[in-house]
């Protein structure tokens, strides 16, 4: 994983939608171990409940600086894209298939 995720991102045009493989900036060349994975998970996973919502997608996207004032709305539609039970949530099997899709 990258030394800094507080990094700022050269993303910050904020006309640019954020995208799924905007979270491969989060890793270094190389393919991140599930080690690295688990901590990124943790790093979006404020609350620890081992689910990542909208609000939590948005502060990381937001902190990271891939887009200021990340849409809510917009990262509601993100993990739809990867939500395959239709909980309205990221638990950590969905993190780990969209990490392999931002990855390819």
């Known amino acids: 994983m ?3 995720l507080g990094m700022v991102c050269a993303l910050e045009d904020n006309n640019k939608s954020f995208d799924v ?3 491969s900036v989060l ?3 190389e393919e ?6 688990k901590e990124t998970f943790g790093v979006f996973d404020v609350n620890n409940d081992k689910f990542i919502d909208a609000f939590e997608l948005q502060r990381v996207i937001c902190n990271l ?7 809510l709305e917009e990262c509601k539609r993100m993990i739809k894209t990867f939500d395959c039970n239709g909980d309205g949530l990221i638990d950590f099997q969905e ?4 990490m ?5």
Do not use: A
């Not at 600086?65 to 849409?71: F, H, I, M, V, Y």
């Not at 993190?95 to 969209?98: A, H, P, R, S, T």
């Open 2 to 4: 990258n030394n800094s």
């Open 21 to 23: 493989e905007d979270f």
């Open 27 to 29: 890793f270094d060349d």
């Open 32 to 37: 991140p171990s599930m080690e690295e994975i």
């Open 65 to 71: 600086g891939l887009k200021e004032e990340s849409d």
């Open 95 to 98: 993190f780990v298939k969209l």
């Open 100 to 104: 392999e899709k931002c990855l390819c």
